[in-house]
């Protein structure tokens, strides 16, 4: 559903499969959000640089991929569906009205639109791929605007809810390239890792949640050097989780 997202074909003996919530700014066509355009080239309505970087990432690592083809701010995928925010009215300073103004039948109906295809068709492809490890991208912004003081100096962030296990592999493998890494940071796990809880710790799948920061990827040449950086990393978490 080009609509709804995007598929990266892959093969299943990569034992991975990659899901990205947030890849994308679109917003369709009969769907006026009441914000000014500048808005969807932000943080708030984009996971900056994740589309490009996740079609290099599975690439590199020829695994399967999900990438989701509309703006957060339409549906946020990365919630669940019954949570306010999955149409959020307000985002780090920025007023969204035409969300604010949803009924709960509007609502409903743009969670079904969205929210069930997206993630009905990443539970089939996981049923089809059986892979032995799932990750996810995402990208942070260096500064809230409504935190400007609160810097977040990470180069990427690992989260995690109640499942550790590629966590505890892959930061200090990050951190033995000099990076600065947040453990369960900018944000923690434990507290918003929707798609992780739904399609990975569910099902006892291990899985790795990785946030870089937005202005390393924001390029295409950022992105090739994350995408060469992390497919390695990603791989031997795999590995070392099936031994």
């Given at each position: 559903?080009?609509?709804?997202?995007?598929?990266?074909?892959g093969?299943a003996d990569?034992?991975?499969?990659?899901?990205?919530?947030?890849?994308?700014?679109?917003?369709?066509?009969?769907?006026?959000?009441?914000?000014?355009?500048?808005?969807?080239?932000?943080?708030?309505?984009?996971d900056i640089?994740?589309d490009?970087?996740s079609?290099?990432?599975?690439?590199?690592?020829?695994?399967?991929?999900?990438?989701a083809?509309?703006?957060?701010?339409?549906?946020?995928?990365?919630?669940?569906?019954d949570h306010p925010?999955?149409?959020p009215a307000?985002?780090?300073?920025?007023?969204i009205?035409?969300?604010?103004?949803?009924?709960?039948a509007?609502?409903?109906?743009?969670?079904?639109?969205?929210?069930h295809?997206y993630?009905?068709?990443?539970s089939?492809?996981?049923?089809?791929?059986?892979p032995?490890?799932?990750?996810?991208?995402h990208?942070?912004?260096?500064?809230?605007?409504?935190?400007?003081?609160?810097?977040?100096?990470?180069?990427?962030?690992?989260?995690?809810?109640?499942?550790?296990r590629?966590?505890r592999?892959?930061i200090?493998k990050?951190?033995a390239?000099?990076?600065?890494v947040?453990?369960?940071?900018p944000y923690?796990?434990?507290?918003?890792?929707?798609?992780?809880?739904?399609?990975?710790e569910?099902?006892?799948?291990?899985?790795?949640?990785?946030?870089?920061?937005?202005d390393?990827?924001?390029?295409a040449e950022?992105a090739r050097?994350?995408?060469e950086?992390?497919?390695?990393?990603?791989?031997?978490?795999?590995?070392?989780?099936?031994?």
């Amino acid at each position: 559903m080009k609509d709804v997202y995007r598929e990266i074909e892959g093969s299943a003996d990569s034992g991975l499969m990659l899901i990205a919530d947030h890849a994308s700014n679109r917003v369709p066509d009969d769907i006026d959000l009441g914000v000014h355009p500048s808005v969807l080239d932000k943080h708030v309505a984009v996971d900056i640089g994740v589309d490009r970087l996740s079609g290099l990432v599975a690439g590199r690592l020829e695994c399967p991929a999900i990438i989701a083809n509309v703006s957060r701010l339409v549906v946020d995928l990365h919630r669940e569906h019954d949570h306010p925010d999955a149409t959020p009215a307000h985002s780090d300073g920025h007023h969204i009205p035409a969300n604010a103004a949803l009924d709960e039948a509007a609502r409903r109906a743009r969670i079904e639109r969205f929210w069930h295809p997206y993630h009905g068709r990443a539970s089939e492809l996981i049923d089809h791929h059986d892979p032995d490890m799932l990750f996810t991208l995402h990208s942070f912004t260096p500064r809230l605007e409504t935190r400007a003081h609160e810097s977040r100096p990470w180069h990427a962030g690992i989260l995690y809810n109640q499942d550790d296990r590629a966590a505890r592999v892959a930061i200090p493998k990050l951190e033995a390239l000099g990076l600065h890494v947040g453990d369960n940071q900018p944000y923690s796990g434990l507290e918003l890792n929707a798609t992780m809880d739904l399609h990975a710790e569910a099902r006892g799948l291990p899985y790795l949640a990785i946030e870089v920061r937005n202005d390393l990827i924001a390029d295409a040449e950022g992105a090739r050097k994350w995408a060469e950086l992390l497919a390695p990393i990603i791989a031997e978490t795999r590995d070392a989780l099936k031994k």
